[in-house]
């Protein structure tokens, strides 16, 4: 239960902050936005460790290299989204965005990449997705 | 048109393999260093880019309205959510249910035309889509037994 009210309230969060995005990028530019947004985030974060406590950053070495620039790849998914909304604009782009993020999720939850036991797709999660899938053209277009 | 289709799919690639990483990150330090270590990245590497797309046209900044410099905590709120929903559910599932909390708020605000946003009707294709996503979702995570209930409704 409490997983999830955590991903509801992500979904809410990241519509604030599509549609925050979208209006602070209207008045300064995209990178601007992208920079403002995740600078002043990532400087109240960093308060908020202070804050409680959390030693844990001290473990960071531990952590393999490549996974600790995930958050990096935000700057790659800024800029393929902002290209493909000025070619197609907003319903195709994020359409498109949503069924490869849910496709994408599935096949590395499915090849065991995030090492908990490969969950198992049988014909109702597969009828699941696709009246997602509708669901999220349906809604976009 | 191809070639953007082919970036927008690539951009919902990588926001799966960020989740991923950040996965990866936060099982060995606390959600709140995980969340710092994202969204530091995430504004060194856009620094980056925009000086590197806008050169010094990127230090032009126009004077902006207070609530501008507390966009941030809501990223806050992103990258946690998302990663203890992660943790607890699983990526898929938690994908799914975020995904479809982002639809529907969408549609509500859009509907109601909340924070400035132009007012779009609620049309009968978006009650389908939204009932199509519903049902999609409950199936996807439906048990064993109900698994055998439902596909005999559907059939």
Not at chain 1, 73 to 78: D, H, V
Not at chain 2, 132 to 141: D, P, Q, S, T
Request: aromatic share 10%; net charge positive.
């Amino acid at each position: 239960m409490k997983g999830i009210i955590y991903a509801v309230l992500g979904g809410v969060f990241l519509t604030l902050q599509s549609t925050a995005n979208a209006a602070i990028g209207d008045h300064l530019g995209s990178w601007q936005a992208a920079v403002l947004t995740q600078g002043t985030g990532f400087a109240a974060a960093l308060l908020i460790v202070w804050l409680s406590g959390d030693r844990s950053w001290k473990k960071l070495s531990q952590v393999k290299l490549p996974y600790r620039f995930g958050g990096a790849l935000a700057a790659f998914i800024i800029f393929s989204n902002i290209t493909a909304f000025h070619q197609n604009g907003a319903a195709v782009t994020v359409s498109a965005v949503l069924i490869a993020q849910i496709l994408a999720t599935l096949g590395m939850e499915k090849a065991g990449w995030y090492g908990n036991a490969a969950i198992k797709l049988r014909t109702p999660q597969w009828i699941g997705i696709a009246l997602m899938i509708t669901g999220i053209l349906c809604l976009s277009f | 048109m191809i070639a953007g289709i082919l970036l927008a799919l690539m951009a919902g690639a990588l926001i799966s393999v960020q989740t991923l990483f950040n996965n990866k990150v936060n099982t060995v330090v606390h959600s709140h260093t995980t969340t710092a270590l994202v969204l530091g990245m995430g504004f060194v590497a856009s620094l980056c880019m925009g000086v590197l797309f806008e050169g010094a046209d990127f230090w032009d900044w126009k004077a902006m309205p207070a609530w501008f410099w507390f966009s941030g905590l809501v990223g806050i709120g992103v990258v946690t959510c998302v990663v203890k929903g992660v943790r607890l559910l699983g990526p898929s599932y938690a994908t799914t249910i975020v995904m479809a909390s982002q639809l529907l708020c969408a549609l509500w605000w859009d509907s109601a035309g909340w924070f400035d946003l132009e007012q779009v009707p609620f049309t009968a294709q978006k009650a389908v889509g939204v009932t199509a996503l519903i049902v999609g979702l409950l199936l996807f995570k439906s048990k064993p037994k109900e698994k055998i209930r439902l596909l005999h409704e559907i059939s």
